[in-house]
C-alpha cells in the first residue's frame, strides 16, 4: 500500500539556519504530494502542494520540489524563523481516490524547533 | 467564513463507556474525512462522508466505530465502549474539491 517515510524529528536549528526535512513515499499511479505544518494547539494547515513530477510547490519561503525518478519531496527554507518551530507533515493523496484529492496518506510527522 | 469546528477538544471517557466527536465542516463543504494520530504515529485515514452517504469507511475499524454527516447538522464520529488503545487524536477535514481544510482535532482519553 502507499507509504510516505519523513525524517525524524525534533529537528533544532538556530535562526536564520537552512532547514532540509526529508520526505521519500512509495505509492502506486501518480499521487499529488503535499506539507501540512501544525502549530502548537492548531489543526492541520497547508502549507505547499505538488501535482505532478517536477512541479516545485513553495509558500512562506518553504520550497518542495516532486521528483519521481527519487520518490522524494523533500521540504526546504533558506533562511528559518522562530515562528517557524511546528510540526510538519509529508503526505501523498490516494492516486486511485474517486472525485477528490482529500483521501491522505501521512508520514509521521517532523517536529522542528528554531532557537534564537 | 469559520474554519472547520470540532468539538470537544478533549474528551475523557472510562473504559466500556461511548465517545461521540462532532465535526462541523466550512460552510459550503459537502466533503468530510476523519482521520485518526496514534501516539508517535502520523495521521491515519478512517472515513470519507458526504452528505447523508458513508463513500469510504476503508480504514474505519470493523467494530465498534461508526460514523455519520445527516442532512443538517455536524458530522459525528462514534466509538463505543472504548479502549484504552482509543486513545489518540482525532481530525476532521472538509473539502470542497481537492484541498482539504483540517479542524484542530479532539483529543479522546480513556482512563
Known amino acids: 500500500g502507499d507509504s510516505v517515510t519523513q525524517m525524524e524529528g525534533p529537528v533544532t536549528l538556530s535562526e536564520e539556519a537552512f532547514l532540509t526535512i526529508n520526505c521519500t513515499y512509495t505509492?502506486?499511479?501518480?499521487?499529488?504530494l503535499f506539507w501540512y505544518v501544525q502549530y502548537p494547539g492548531e489543526g492541520l494547515q497547508l502549507l505547499l502542494k505538488?501535482?505532478?513530477?517536477?512541479d516545485k510547490g513553495s509558500n512562506k519561503g518553504f520550497e518542495a520540489t516532486y521528483r519521481k525518478e527519487t520518490t522524494s519531496f523533500h521540504l526546504e527554507k533558506g533562511s528559518v524563523q522562530v515562528s517557524d518551530s511546528a510540526v510538519y507533515f509529508c503526505?501523498?493523496?490516494?492516486?486511485?481516490?474517486?472525485?477528490?484529492?482529500?483521501?491522505?496518506?501521512f508520514g509521521t510527522g517532523t517536529r522542528l524547533q528554531v532557537t534564537l | 467564513n469559520a474554519g472547520v469546528m470540532q468539538n470537544p477538544r478533549h474528551l475523557v471517557r472510562r473504559r466500556g463507556q461511548e465517545a461521540r466527536l462532532r465535526c462541523s465542516p466550512m460552510k459550503g463543504h459537502s466533503h468530510v474525512y476523519w482521520y485518526r494520530q496514534l501516539p508517535e504515529e502520523g495521521l491515519k485515514f478512517m472515513v470519507y462522508l458526504q452528505k447523508e452517504n458513508i463513500i469510504d469507511e476503508s480504514g474505519m475499524p470493523k467494530e465498534r466505530f461508526s460514523a455519520e454527516f445527516p442532512k443538517e447538522g455536524p458530522s459525528i464520529l462514534r466509538i463505543q465502549q472504548v479502549v484504552r488503545g482509543d486513545s489518540a487524536a482525532y481530525f476532521c477535514?472538509?473539502?470542497?474539491?481537492?484541498?482539504?481544510?483540517f479542524g484542530q482535532g479532539t483529543r479522546l482519553t480513556v482512563v
Open positions: 505509492a502506486t499511479g501518480y499521487p499529488s
Open positions: 505538488a501535482t505532478k513530477a517536477d
Open positions: 503526505a501523498l493523496s490516494d492516486p486511485l481516490g474517486t472525485g477528490t484529492a482529500s483521501k491522505l496518506t
Open positions: 477535514a472538509s473539502s470542497p474539491s481537492e484541498e482539504a481544510f
